[in-house]
């Protein structure tokens, strides 16, 4: 039997309107996305396979980070730990061991609640929809092998140390008189930064710091901050 497009239409349906559901709705809205889900045999089966060998706590702790005193949510860039991941997300929702409405305030802080809402949506349900409905339709592309490289690790108490500075410049950095445009750009960069420590791959905290460095410099910010960073990079890294 041909595949015929329902339920698609019917997941598409659902996050459209969960896009602009009343806030007193949308854990009503997230059970029926998940019923979807359950359902339609196209979806049953994408995540049984994203879900196969997938660790949840690990990649759950991995995204849902703290920069400072800010909620910072990395969501992953393989599609299929992405889908694996919000859809796990989404069960914790429905089941209650996660609120919704408290999720999307945290990490997507806004006026209102409607606006966090909508902007859990737009960053996290609608790239995941993208994603499943791409899969179902064009099948799962298996990931390219890519040439392996053997990683150094950093001693474990070198992140610990630079994120005690990077609070400093995050802070410096939401104080400044930035525009919007190159405030976003570095909080993205300290949010890469961090996340490079937290790998503890000397060759990405070194990549990543060179270039945050390097912007900080240009709109002399955190002088104090670099320098200090340096110090103990140069500390920790001093046989790398």
């Known amino acids: 039997m041909a595949y ?12 459209d309107e969960l896009q602009t559901v009343n806030l007193i709705l949308a854990d009503k809205k997230v059970k029926e ?16 396979h994203v879900n196969r060998g997938f660790d949840y706590q ?12 800010h909620n910072v949510l990395r969501l992953p860039k393989n599609e299929k730990v992405f889908v694996a991941l919000v859809a796990n997300m989404l069960v914790e929702m429905d089941k209650g ?6 999720f999307a305030r945290n990490f997507f802080p806004a006026t209102t609640g409607q606006e966090s809402l909508e902007r859990f949506v737009s960053n996290v349900v609608e790239p995941f929809k993208f994603f499943i409905v791409n899969m179902v339709v064009n099948g799962i592309k298996e990931e390219q092998v890519l040439l392996e490289r053997t990683v150094d690790f950093a001693p474990s108490g070198l992140g610990e140390q630079v ?7 995050v802070k410096n950095v939401n104080e400044s008189n930035l525009g919007a445009d190159a405030r976003g750009e570095l909080m993205l960069m300290l949010e890469a930064f961090a996340a490079s420590l937290d790998s503890r791959d000397v060759l990405m905290i070194k990549a990543l710091w060179t270039g945050l460095k390097k912007y900080l410099g240009t709109v002399k910010l955190c002088a104090k901050e670099i320098t200090l960073t340096e110090e103990v990079l140069k500390m920790y890294l001093t046989t790398k």
Not at 58 to 69: F, S
């Open 58 to 69: 690990t990649e759950k702790r991995k995204a849902l980070q703290k920069v400072g005193e």
């Open 33 to 48: 996305l998940l019923k979807c889900l359950a359902f339609y045999p196209e979806f049953r089966s994408v995540l049984s």
């Open 4 to 15: 015929n497009g329902e339920g698609v239409a019917a997941l598409v349906s659902i996050i």
């Open 97 to 102: 061991d996660m609120d919704l409405l408290s």
């Open 163 to 169: 994120k005690n500075i990077l609070v400093a410049i």
